[in-house]
């Protein structure tokens, strides 16, 4: 017997063994998850919801039309802060509407410390389920140590409102204020290259002036005022305040702290703005009497909305006999696939196509949140739109937060367009821009030089000056490319061109300024295209 026939048999021993261990801890693992899945989904009924019980409208994070993708690494490696969590507006209005209907809630409880961001078009939509919740009779309370200006405004349409002693209720307005680089660039000896269409497109600002421009402060003086106004007269009506007491509040807040040693709890009770300064535990006590019960901890009695939903939302998934499909396009509009968050011209395009073609589906809703980007990508989208209704599918469009050049050019060709009240459109323009860095390199001693077959050879590198010729080309090209924006506008709502002018330049426009103008046909929110749909 050979040494190394000795040598392979006890390595192939081992190498046995080390298969077998694996195929063991394999088959382990496989029946774990066996066990998760059938615990999670199939072991045994969830238990039953109170028979009396608030629902509690607790969320967390950012109210969003859309979630962002979650990164499964970073998923892994820690768990997400609170302010990055994201909850849909529809889940908030769905859970609202059923809570309605459903004798086991008597009541509805708004905790809002956690709410990070929810912007006043989603505000707005919310609260519009929040007044059919009350018209039903059922109370509903709106609780928060300190409540920001973005929470405030769904807390208005609270029967009441019960802030901490040490708490308070901070309104400061609405404002744009940006930082301008062109200074700073000048003496980087960075040359910022701009080629725009529209005297009020001004997006590229920032970078080639050191203030903002008259006809941006107008637009956005404008827009401002709009939005602020339908903020103060909103909730002056809800909390039957005099006109101007908002305004009143916020201008003589720091002097009235002053006065009156700093109390902003009371300042904002006597404003009338609050209707209870309560500790915590005085706060869990007065909700156990206005929902009736408490569970075993002595809390109020509530379920939380997301739990509520996910035990009462239908679990119909066929989608079978007709319907209205709703496509969320959110965030900024590039070219080819992007992920969620991201509006992708070829995904997008794709998604309007085949929803446009599966059975039953009568109507298409797009929900738009989007301050523009690619007009390419753009254009993808929109010849996708008219190939559905060519097809026979109306396209309802309607616009969230913003819906703002490429935005509001997808939405240009639809059958309807939605905006909410606090929608913010138009800004039909066109831009491109580019840095170039040759005064930046030549400042530490690197020159550029070289040749090319043509004159356009290279003439794009950032490190080269741009050519006059050539700058001259560019800015021809985005003049045809904002031609083309007017004539998609001028077509989709049936106005002459020199009426879509007239409303352009690259500038913004309120909801109500978009309706007068005719670029919008109705205000309301999502709910409102739907039932038009």
Excluded: C
């Excluded at 496989?30 to 066990?35: G, I, P, Q, T």
């Excluded at 802060?81 to 859970?95: C, G, K, N, Y």
């Excluded at 040359?191 to 997006?203: D, N, P």
């Excluded at 599966?358 to 996708?384: C, D, K, N, T, Y």
């Amino acid at each position: 017997m050979s040494i190394p026939s000795i040598l392979r048999r006890i390595f192939g021993a081992i190498w046995t063994g080390i298969t077998w261990v694996r195929l063991a801890l394999a088959n382990l693992l496989f029946l774990v998850m066996l066990a998760i899945i059938y615990f999670v989904y199939l072991g045994g009924s969830p238990e039953p919801l109170p028979e009396q019980a608030a629902l509690l409208l607790n969320p967390m994070g950012t109210i969003v039309d859309e979630k962002s993708p979650v990164e499964p690494l970073q998923t892994l490696l820690g768990k997400p802060s609170p302010a990055d969590h994201e909850v849909r507006v529809r889940d908030v209005i769905e859970s609202i509407d059923i809570a309605a209907g459903d004798p086991a809630i008597n009541s509805l409880v708004m905790e809002l410390d956690s709410l990070m961001r929810v912007g006043m078009s989603r505000s707005l939509e919310i609260v519009e389920a929040l007044e059919r919740f009350k018209a039903t009779g059922k109370p509903v309370v709106a609780v928060a140590d300190f409540f920001t200006q973005d929470q405030y405004l769904l807390a208005s349409h609270a029967d009441e409102i019960i802030t901490h002693p040490l708490g308070g209720v901070a309104l400061e307005g609405f404002a744009a204020y940006f930082n301008y680089f062109a200074d700073a660039l000048e003496k980087l000896s960075v040359t910022m290259h701009v080629f725009r269409a529209g005297k009020f497109k001004s997006a590229m600002e920032p970078f080639t002036r050191s203030d903002m421009s008259p006809e941006e402060k107008v637009s956005a003086q404008n827009w401002l005022d709009d939005l602020w106004h339908l903020y103060t007269g909103t909730v002056e009506a809800q909390r039957e305040l005099p006109a101007g007491a908002i305004d009143d509040y916020v201008e003589g807040f720091a002097r009235r702290l002053v006065a009156q040693g700093g109390d902003t709890a009371r300042d904002a009770l006597d404003a009338g703005l609050v209707d209870r300064l309560l500790s915590r535990g005085d706060t869990n006590a007065y909700l156990v009497e206005t929902v009736g019960a408490a569970d075993d901890e002595g809390l109020y009695e509530a379920v939380p909305f997301e739990y509520y939903l996910s035990r009462k939302r239908s679990r119909d998934f066929l989608h079978s006999g007709d319907r209205i499909a709703v496509i969320t396009a959110q965030g900024n509009i590039l070219p080819g696939d992007q992920p969620p968050g991201v509006i992708g011209g070829d995904t997008l395009a794709l998604v309007i196509n085949s929803v446009s073609k599966e059975p039953g589906v009568r109507a298409i809703v797009l929900r738009v949140v989007s301050g523009g980007g690619s007009m390419f990508a753009s254009e993808v989208i929109r010849e996708q739109v008219l190939a559905a209704r060519a097809a026979g599918i109306p396209v309802v469009v309607s616009m969230g937060s913003v819906a703002a050049s490429g935005g509001y050019y997808i939405a240009a060709d639809a059958d309807e367009i939605w905006a909410t009240p606090a929608t913010i459109t138009g800004s039909i323009g066109v831009f491109a821009a580019f840095p170039t860095f040759e005064g930046l390199l030549e400042r530490a001693g690197v020159h550029t030089d070289g040749v090319g077959t043509t004159t356009l050879a290279g003439s794009l590198r950032a490190d080269r000056p741009l050519d006059p010729e050539l700058g001259a080309a560019l800015n021809a090209g985005v003049g045809n490319a904002y031609q083309g924006f007017l004539k998609v506008v001028a077509e989709g709502r049936g106005m002459s061109v020199e009426e879509v002018v007239a409303v352009a330049e690259g500038r913004v426009w309120s909801a109500a300024d978009a309706l007068e103008a005719g670029l919008v046909d109705h205000l309301g929110g999502l709910a409102q295209a739907i039932d038009s749909a």
